[in-house]
Protein backbone atom coordinates (compact mmCIF):
# COMPACT_ATOMS: atom_id res chain seq x y z
CA UNK A 1 0.00 0.00 0.00
CA UNK A 2 1.22 3.15 -1.02
CA UNK A 3 0.19 6.29 1.35
CA UNK A 4 -0.16 9.66 0.29
CA UNK A 5 0.79 11.93 3.60
CA UNK A 6 0.27 15.90 3.82
CA UNK A 7 2.68 16.81 6.36
CA UNK A 8 2.33 20.46 7.87
CA UNK A 9 2.78 23.67 6.31
CA UNK A 10 4.53 25.23 9.20
CA UNK A 11 2.95 24.45 12.65
CA UNK A 12 3.30 20.74 13.57
CA UNK A 13 0.74 20.59 15.32
CA UNK A 14 -1.45 20.42 11.84
CA UNK A 15 -0.53 16.84 11.37
CA UNK A 16 -3.61 14.98 11.57
CA UNK A 17 -4.25 11.56 13.70
CA UNK A 18 -4.85 9.38 10.53
CA UNK A 19 -1.34 10.76 8.83
CA UNK A 20 0.33 9.74 12.70
CA UNK A 21 -0.94 6.25 12.45
CA UNK A 22 0.04 5.28 8.93
CA UNK A 23 3.83 6.85 9.36
CA UNK A 24 3.92 4.44 12.72
CA UNK A 25 2.58 1.50 10.47
CA UNK A 26 4.82 2.13 7.88
CA UNK A 27 7.64 0.29 6.41
CA UNK A 28 8.96 2.81 4.58
CA UNK A 29 9.18 6.56 4.35
CA UNK A 30 9.70 8.06 0.71
CA UNK A 31 10.81 11.85 1.34
CA UNK A 32 11.37 14.71 -0.72
CA UNK A 33 14.40 16.07 1.70
CA UNK A 34 15.06 12.98 4.31
CA UNK A 35 16.85 15.54 6.66
CA UNK A 36 12.96 17.52 6.71
CA UNK A 37 11.59 14.23 7.35
CA UNK A 38 13.82 12.91 9.49
CA UNK A 39 13.15 16.10 11.75
CA UNK A 40 9.49 15.52 11.81
CA UNK A 41 9.61 11.94 12.15
CA UNK A 42 11.99 12.73 15.40
CA UNK A 43 9.53 15.50 16.55
CA UNK A 44 6.18 12.96 16.49
CA UNK A 45 8.43 10.43 18.21
CA UNK A 46 8.88 8.32 14.81
CA UNK A 47 11.75 5.80 13.65
CA UNK A 48 11.39 4.74 10.13
CA UNK A 49 13.81 3.63 7.63
CA UNK A 50 13.74 6.61 5.10
CA UNK A 51 14.18 6.95 1.18
CA UNK A 52 15.21 9.41 -0.57
CA UNK A 53 12.74 10.58 -3.51
CA UNK A 54 13.03 13.86 -5.41
CA UNK A 55 13.40 15.30 -8.98
CA UNK A 56 16.63 14.49 -9.78
CA UNK A 57 16.74 10.50 -8.87
CA UNK A 58 12.88 10.07 -9.04
CA UNK A 59 13.33 8.00 -11.96
CA UNK A 60 16.02 5.61 -10.62
CA UNK A 61 13.86 5.15 -7.34
CA UNK A 62 10.79 4.26 -8.65
CA UNK A 63 11.22 0.46 -10.15
CA UNK A 64 12.62 -0.43 -6.49
CA UNK A 65 10.06 1.17 -4.62
CA UNK A 66 7.14 -0.43 -6.75
CA UNK A 67 8.82 -3.97 -6.11
CA UNK A 68 8.79 -3.44 -2.55
CA UNK A 69 4.81 -2.25 -2.92
CA UNK A 70 4.01 -5.50 -4.69
CA UNK A 71 6.10 -7.35 -2.39
CA UNK A 72 3.63 -5.86 0.33
CA UNK A 73 5.45 -3.75 2.10
CA UNK A 74 3.94 -0.03 3.23
CA UNK A 75 5.45 2.93 1.94
CA UNK A 76 4.10 6.14 3.33
CA UNK A 77 5.28 9.63 0.94
CA UNK A 78 5.95 12.42 2.49
CA UNK A 79 6.89 15.74 0.71
CA UNK A 80 8.88 18.93 2.34
CA UNK A 81 5.71 20.34 3.55
CA UNK A 82 2.15 19.67 2.47
CA UNK A 83 0.44 17.22 -0.41
CA UNK A 84 3.01 15.44 -1.77
CA UNK A 85 2.27 15.50 -5.60
CA UNK A 86 1.63 19.11 -5.85
CA UNK A 87 4.32 21.08 -7.75
CA UNK A 88 7.24 18.18 -6.25
CA UNK A 89 7.90 14.90 -7.61
CA UNK A 90 5.50 12.76 -5.64
CA UNK A 91 2.94 12.72 -8.59
CA UNK A 92 5.08 10.44 -10.65
CA UNK A 93 4.90 7.34 -7.58
CA UNK A 94 1.62 8.08 -7.18
CA UNK A 95 1.12 7.59 -11.43
CA UNK A 96 3.19 4.55 -11.15
CA UNK A 97 1.74 2.40 -8.53
CA UNK A 98 -1.94 3.19 -10.10
CA UNK A 99 -0.48 2.01 -13.54
CA UNK A 100 0.48 -1.34 -11.33
CA UNK A 101 -2.52 -1.70 -10.39
CA UNK A 102 -1.73 -1.16 -6.64
CA UNK A 103 -3.31 0.32 -3.88
CA UNK A 104 -2.95 4.03 -3.23
CA UNK A 105 -4.78 5.75 -0.25
CA UNK A 106 -4.17 9.76 -0.22
CA UNK A 107 -5.23 11.06 3.12
CA UNK A 108 -6.45 14.86 3.87
CA UNK A 109 -4.26 17.10 5.36
CA UNK A 110 -2.46 20.68 5.18
CA UNK A 111 -2.25 22.76 2.16
CA UNK A 112 -0.95 26.05 1.64
CA UNK A 113 -3.68 26.36 -1.83
CA UNK A 114 -6.56 26.23 0.08
CA UNK A 115 -5.26 28.26 3.31
CA UNK A 116 -4.27 31.37 1.19
CA UNK A 117 -7.07 31.24 -1.07
CA UNK A 118 -9.72 31.49 2.01
CA UNK A 119 -7.04 33.65 3.88
CA UNK A 120 -7.29 36.18 1.22
CA UNK A 121 -10.94 37.00 1.39
CA UNK A 122 -11.41 36.96 -2.60
CA UNK A 123 -13.99 34.36 -4.31
CA UNK A 124 -13.90 30.71 -3.58
CA UNK A 125 -16.56 29.32 -5.72
CA UNK A 126 -13.83 28.97 -8.75
CA UNK A 127 -10.14 29.16 -8.55
CA UNK A 128 -7.00 27.77 -10.74
CA UNK A 129 -3.70 26.79 -9.25
CA UNK A 130 -0.77 28.31 -11.19
CA UNK A 131 2.26 26.60 -9.69
CA UNK A 132 5.08 28.53 -9.73
CA UNK A 133 5.25 31.55 -11.61
CA UNK A 134 7.77 31.23 -14.47
CA UNK A 135 11.06 32.49 -13.94
CA UNK A 136 11.91 34.09 -17.54
CA UNK A 137 10.42 37.36 -17.92
CA UNK A 138 8.74 36.49 -21.05
CA UNK A 139 7.25 33.34 -19.23
CA UNK A 140 6.17 35.38 -16.60
CA UNK A 141 4.31 38.05 -18.70
CA UNK A 142 2.64 35.44 -20.60
CA UNK A 143 1.34 34.23 -17.43
CA UNK A 144 0.02 37.20 -16.20
CA UNK A 145 -1.59 37.86 -18.88
CA UNK A 146 -3.59 34.85 -18.63
CA UNK A 147 -4.64 35.76 -14.77
CA UNK A 148 -5.95 39.51 -16.50
CA UNK A 149 -8.41 37.69 -18.58
CA UNK A 150 -8.74 34.98 -15.97
CA UNK A 151 -12.66 35.16 -13.93
CA UNK A 152 -11.70 33.00 -11.03
CA UNK A 153 -9.44 33.73 -8.24
CA UNK A 154 -5.87 32.50 -9.48
CA UNK A 155 -3.22 30.89 -6.65
CA UNK A 156 0.32 30.73 -7.29
CA UNK A 157 3.95 29.91 -5.51
CA UNK A 158 6.64 32.71 -5.85
CA UNK A 159 10.17 32.54 -3.68
CA UNK A 160 10.64 35.53 -1.99
CA UNK A 161 13.64 36.59 -3.78
CA UNK A 162 11.56 37.09 -7.07
CA UNK A 163 8.55 38.29 -5.45
CA UNK A 164 9.34 41.91 -5.80
CA UNK A 165 9.92 41.26 -9.06
CA UNK A 166 6.54 39.27 -9.99
CA UNK A 167 4.75 42.17 -8.42
CA UNK A 168 6.27 44.82 -10.46
CA UNK A 169 5.32 42.82 -13.59
CA UNK A 170 1.97 42.30 -12.06
CA UNK A 171 1.27 45.92 -11.55
CA UNK A 172 2.36 46.99 -15.51
CA UNK A 173 -0.18 43.90 -16.45
CA UNK A 174 -3.21 44.12 -13.75
CA UNK A 175 -3.18 47.72 -12.51
CA UNK A 176 -5.18 48.19 -9.46
CA UNK A 177 -6.09 44.35 -9.70
CA UNK A 178 -6.34 43.57 -5.62
CA UNK A 179 -3.46 40.55 -4.49
CA UNK A 180 -2.71 39.08 -1.56
CA UNK A 181 0.80 37.95 -0.45
CA UNK A 182 0.72 35.02 2.02
CA UNK A 183 3.68 34.17 3.58
CA UNK A 184 5.04 31.90 6.25
CA UNK A 185 1.40 30.58 6.45
CA UNK A 186 0.84 29.00 9.65
CA UNK A 187 4.29 29.77 11.35
CA UNK A 188 4.91 32.23 13.84
CA UNK A 189 5.75 35.08 11.21
CA UNK A 190 2.63 34.96 8.92
CA UNK A 191 1.95 37.89 7.33
CA UNK A 192 -0.75 38.53 4.48
CA UNK A 193 -1.26 41.70 2.99
CA UNK A 194 -3.61 42.59 0.88
CA UNK A 195 -3.79 45.53 -2.04
CA UNK A 196 -2.60 46.29 -5.49
CA UNK A 197 0.37 45.12 -7.37
CA UNK A 198 2.35 48.24 -6.66
CA UNK A 199 1.24 49.49 -3.34
CA UNK A 200 2.57 45.70 -2.08
CA UNK A 201 5.87 45.84 -3.95
CA UNK A 202 6.19 49.55 -2.05
CA UNK A 203 5.30 47.57 1.15
CA UNK A 204 8.17 44.88 0.74
CA UNK A 205 10.92 45.25 3.39
CA UNK A 206 14.47 45.18 1.31
CA UNK A 207 14.87 41.41 2.36
CA UNK A 208 11.81 39.19 1.84
CA UNK A 209 12.14 35.67 3.59
CA UNK A 210 9.86 32.87 4.16
CA UNK A 211 7.53 30.76 2.05
CA UNK A 212 5.22 33.24 -0.16
CA UNK A 213 1.60 32.00 -1.76
CA UNK A 214 -0.04 34.97 -3.83
CA UNK A 215 -3.27 34.73 -4.65
CA UNK A 216 -5.10 37.14 -6.98
CA UNK A 217 -8.83 38.14 -7.60
CA UNK A 218 -10.46 37.15 -10.54
CA UNK A 219 -11.12 39.57 -13.43
CA UNK A 220 -14.61 41.41 -13.00
CA UNK A 221 -16.62 43.37 -10.42
CA UNK A 222 -14.53 43.16 -7.24
CA UNK A 223 -11.63 42.25 -8.48
CA UNK A 224 -9.82 46.06 -8.14
CA UNK A 225 -10.73 49.43 -9.28
CA UNK A 226 -9.56 48.91 -12.70
CA UNK A 227 -11.68 46.06 -13.22
CA UNK A 228 -13.53 45.93 -16.20
CA UNK A 229 -16.48 44.64 -18.48
CA UNK A 230 -15.75 43.42 -22.06
CA UNK A 231 -16.48 46.48 -24.23
CA UNK A 232 -19.79 46.65 -25.71
CA UNK A 233 -19.92 44.69 -29.48
CA UNK A 234 -19.88 46.76 -32.25
CA UNK A 235 -18.06 49.95 -30.55
CA UNK A 236 -15.23 51.54 -31.89
CA UNK A 237 -12.32 50.25 -29.95
CA UNK A 238 -13.26 47.35 -29.77
CA UNK A 239 -13.53 47.30 -33.61
CA UNK A 240 -9.89 48.72 -33.64
CA UNK A 241 -8.66 46.36 -31.02
CA UNK A 242 -9.87 43.56 -33.45
CA UNK A 243 -8.63 44.90 -36.17
CA UNK A 244 -4.57 45.31 -34.23
CA UNK A 245 -5.08 42.19 -33.19
CA UNK A 246 -5.88 40.13 -36.76
CA UNK A 247 -2.76 42.13 -38.09
CA UNK A 248 -0.71 40.58 -35.19
CA UNK A 249 0.32 43.32 -33.40
CA UNK A 250 1.34 42.15 -29.62
CA UNK A 251 -1.49 42.59 -27.19
CA UNK A 252 0.74 45.53 -25.25
CA UNK A 253 1.03 47.45 -28.68
CA UNK A 254 -2.05 47.32 -29.27
CA UNK A 255 -3.35 48.17 -25.71
CA UNK A 256 -0.87 50.96 -25.93
CA UNK A 257 -2.28 52.89 -29.37
CA UNK A 258 -6.23 52.17 -28.10
CA UNK A 259 -5.17 53.81 -25.12
CA UNK A 260 -3.51 56.93 -26.78
CA UNK A 261 -6.15 57.01 -29.38
CA UNK A 262 -9.34 56.79 -27.29
CA UNK A 263 -7.78 58.32 -24.41
CA UNK A 264 -9.25 55.43 -21.41
CA UNK A 265 -6.60 54.24 -18.74
CA UNK A 266 -3.77 52.22 -20.70
CA UNK A 267 -4.85 49.72 -17.64
CA UNK A 268 -8.11 49.37 -19.13
CA UNK A 269 -7.50 49.10 -22.54
CA UNK A 270 -4.35 46.29 -21.85
CA UNK A 271 -7.43 44.50 -20.06
CA UNK A 272 -10.15 44.85 -23.03
CA UNK A 273 -6.90 43.79 -25.11
CA UNK A 274 -6.54 40.32 -23.65
CA UNK A 275 -10.45 40.06 -22.96
CA UNK A 276 -10.62 40.00 -27.02
CA UNK A 277 -7.83 38.75 -27.53
CA UNK A 278 -8.95 35.49 -25.40
CA UNK A 279 -12.43 35.16 -27.83
CA UNK A 280 -10.31 35.29 -31.04
Given at each position: ????????????????????????????????????????????????????????????????????????????????????GICDPGYR???????????????????????????????TDSFTFLG??????????????????????????????????????????????????????????????????????????????????????????????????????GTDVEQAL???????????????????????????????????????
Amino acid sequence: MLSVCPTPIGNLGDITLRVLETLAAADLVAAEDTRRARKLLSHLQISKPLVSFYEHNELRRLPRLIEKLRAGDRIALVSDAGMPGICDPGYRLVKAALDAGLPVEVLPGPSAIETALVSSGFATDSFTFLGYVPRKKGDREKTLEAVAAEPRTCIAFESPHRLKTTLRAADAVLGDRQIAVCREITKKFEEITRGSAAALAAGLPERVRGEIVLVFAGAGPGAGATAVSAPAAGTDVEQALRQMLAAGLPARQTADLAAALSGMPRNQAYQETLMIKKKM
